[in-house]
C-alpha cells in the first residue's frame, strides 16, 4: 500500500535546465508536504515543504507545487546544477486523528545533472 | 555542529546477537522518529518517541525490535536476534515539536547495520 509514489526512478538533466520530479499521493487526509535531498551514505536534507491550504511554495531555485484535485505536487529546481545530483524524496505528513507527525516517503527518484 | 547524531555508522553482527543504534536529536529538540530504509526503498516509519515516551510504534516490527527514548541520554533503537532481512540503514530524525505542527524533521546521517 504506497501512499506517496515517485513513478520516475530516474531524471537526467543538462545543467541551466529545469528539473522537474513528481509525487502523486492517495490518502486526502495528509495536510504536509516535504521534499529532502539525499547523498550517498548521509541522511536526508529537508529542502522545500508546503501546507495543503497552499498550492506553492519558493525558496531560491526551488518551487513545489501542490495540486489538491489531483493529489499530486511537483518540485522545480531551476536552474539546474551539477550539484543537485542526489535522490530526492517525496514526503507527507499524516494528518490523520493521531497526528503524530511520522512521515510517509516515495520511494525516491534519481537525478543527475550533466556539467 | 548541533544536527542529529547516529552512532555507530556503520554496525555488524551476526546473526542471533543484538544491535544497538543511538540517536541524540538536534539541540532543544524533544521528539524522535526513527525509519528504515531498505536497499532501493524510500524510508519507512517506525517509530515516534518524546522524552521517556514512546507515542507511536505502528511502524515496527511486534517482535525483537524495541525504542526508548530516557530523561537523560540518546534514544536507542535495539533489535534482538537479528536476521538478514534486517540488514538496512536506520535513520534518525527530530523535532522541536509534534511534527504534526507543519515543523519539518531534520535527519542524521544514518547507522548502516549489515547482519553477516
Known amino acids: 500500500d504506497q501512499q506517496v509514489k515517485q513513478n520516475s526512478p530516474s531524471l537526467s538533466v543538462q545543467e541551466g535546465r529545469i528539473s522537474i520530479l513528481n509525487c502523486d499521493y492517495t490518502?486526502?487526509?495528509?495536510?504536509?508536504f516535504l521534499w529532502y535531498k539525499k547523498y550517498p551514505a548521509e541522511g536526508p536534507t529537508f529542502l522545500i515543504s508546503i501546507s495543503s491550504i497552499k498550492d506553492k511554495n519558493e525558496d531560491g531555485r526551488f518551487t513545489v507545487f501542490l495540486n489538491k484535485s489531483a493529489k499530486h505536487l511537483s518540485l522545480h529546481i531551476v536552474p539546474s546544477q551539477p550539484g543537485d545530483s542526489a535522490v530526492y524524496f517525496c514526503a507527507a505528513s499524516d494528518g490523520g486523528s493521531s497526528n503524530t507527525g511520522k512521515l510517509i516517503f516515495g520511494q525516491g527518484t534519481t537525478l543527475q545533472v550533466k556539467p | 555542529n548541533a544536527g542529529v547524531m547516529q552512532n555507530p555508522r556503520h554496525l555488524v553482527r551476526r546473526r542471533g546477537q543484538e544491535a544497538r543504534l543511538r540517536c541524540s536529536p538536534m539541540k532543544g529538540h524533544s521528539h524522535v522518529y526513527w525509519y528504515r530504509q531498505l536497499p532501493e526503498e524510500g524510508l519507512k516509519f517506525m517509530v515516534y518517541?518524546?522524552?521517556?515516551?514512546?507515542?507511536?510504534e505502528s511502524g515496527m516490527p511486534k517482535e525483537r525490535f524495541s525504542a526508548e527514548f530516557p530523561k537523560e541520554g540518546p534514544s536507542i533503537l535495539r533489535i534482538q536476534q537479528v536476521v538478514r532481512g534486517d540488514s538496512a540503514a536506520y535513520f534518525c530524525a527530530s523535532s522541536p515539536r509534534n511534527a504534526g505542527g507543519n515543523q519539518p524533521q531534520h535527519f542524521g546521517d544514518g547507522t548502516r547495520l549489515s547482519i553477516l
Open positions: 490518502n486526502s487526509m495528509f495536510d504536509y
Open positions: 518517541l518524546q522524552k521517556e515516551n514512546i507515542i507511536d
